[in-house]
């Protein structure tokens, strides 16, 4: 095609060229071709590389400020997890065992179980409950749009044991990074789909009212369940005076209040239990002890 097309240009304007010229010319004519083609695809990738970095420019590092309060939210939610974990598998009567081989088993197994949750906190699409309610998330530092495998995502979270450097370390940090993102090759970025203040409040409501009901529950649970107080009920309901003050005994108050201490198979309490009587409610002080091998024994009853 070039061949005919300089052909019929030299052949109009009668030139006169020596023979093995039209190789010459469509050499070069072959050979700026090629480069245009080469401009061209480099056009294509450059194009490419920009639609990409628009992509990644819609991500806005995350500021210290949402960083540190979403830690110290997952550090509240976990922790109130892990005990809640240690209570359930340690048992009511965690106060008057004497088992503490046992004791120290179950509480290892627990923790260990809860610390492997505590680390793996942001392994759901890289963003933890902290994280969420402040609106930011984990992702790849050569790929904002790609989420860290939960390896890396663990390893990130296991720094955080010496949480102060951590904390030393991003405040100085121009990439605001820790020492957590540089060995898995994380950022925190801003999450673009916003949530709305409403669930926000709502939702670290809940957790705080549940947080104090549980602990009420709890105590409350391990209280009513040891054998000092059940000897101190006992003691009440066989008080005669108690009995003629309240009428007749419907119950007792939900929780009691006073201290259960054992060391050594040796143990003292006192309590003070709330007593729902037919005519009258009354609060009963109760002080007990217990020597080893030995049963709660009744040392004082008071209205």
């Known amino acids: 095609m070039y ?30 071709t090629n480069h245009t083609q080469d401009r061209y695809h480099q056009y294509i990738q450059s194009v490419r590389m920009n639609e990409n970095l628009e992509k990644e420019e819609k991500y806005t590092l995350s500021s210290r400020k949402r960083r540190i309060a979403a830690f110290f939210i997952d550090h509240f939610v976990m922790t109130f997890l892990i005990v809640v974990l240690v209570l359930l598998v340690m048992g009511t009567n965690i106060m ?38 402040m609106g930011i998330m984990v992702r790849n530092e050569n790929n904002p749009n790609q989420i860290p495998s939960f390896g890396r995502l663990l390893i990130r979270n296991l720094l955080l044991i010496i949480w102060p450097i951590e904390f030393i370390i991003l405040a100085a940090s121009k990439n605001k990074k820790r020492l957590g993102d540089e060995f898995a090759k994380t950022i925190v970025v801003r999450n673009s789909n916003k949530t709305k203040i409403l669930p926000i409040i709502l939702t670290l409501t809940s957790v705080i009212v549940v947080f104090f009901f549980s602990i009420f529950f709890f105590i409350s649970t391990f209280m009513k369940d040891s054998q000092a107080y059940k000897t101190a009920i006992k003691e009440i309901e066989q008080n005669k005076e108690i009995l003629i003050e309240t009428g007749e005994i419907k119950g007792y108050g939900f929780m ?9 198979g040796k143990g003292e309490a006192q309590l ?10 009354i609060v009963v002080e109760v002080y007990l002890t217990k020597e080893i091998n030995d049963n709660w024994k009744l040392i004082t009853l008071n209205k």
Do not use: H
């Open 272 to 281: 003070q239990i709330t007593v729902l009587g037919e005519k009258n409610d």
């Open 3 to 32: 061949s005919q097309l300089v052909g019929s240009l030299l052949l109009e304007n009668s030139f006169r060229i020596p023979p093995g010229s039209f190789s010459f010319i469509n050499l070069v004519l072959a050979n700026a």
């Open 256 to 264: 009691p209040t006073g201290n259960i201490s054992t060391v050594n």
């Open 96 to 133: 008057e065992t004497n088992n503490f081989g046992n004791m120290a088993t179950k509480m290892s197994l627990s923790m260990l179980f809860g610390f492997f949750l505590y680390f793996a906190k942001d392994s759901v699409k890289g963003v933890s409950f902290g994280k969420w309610t």
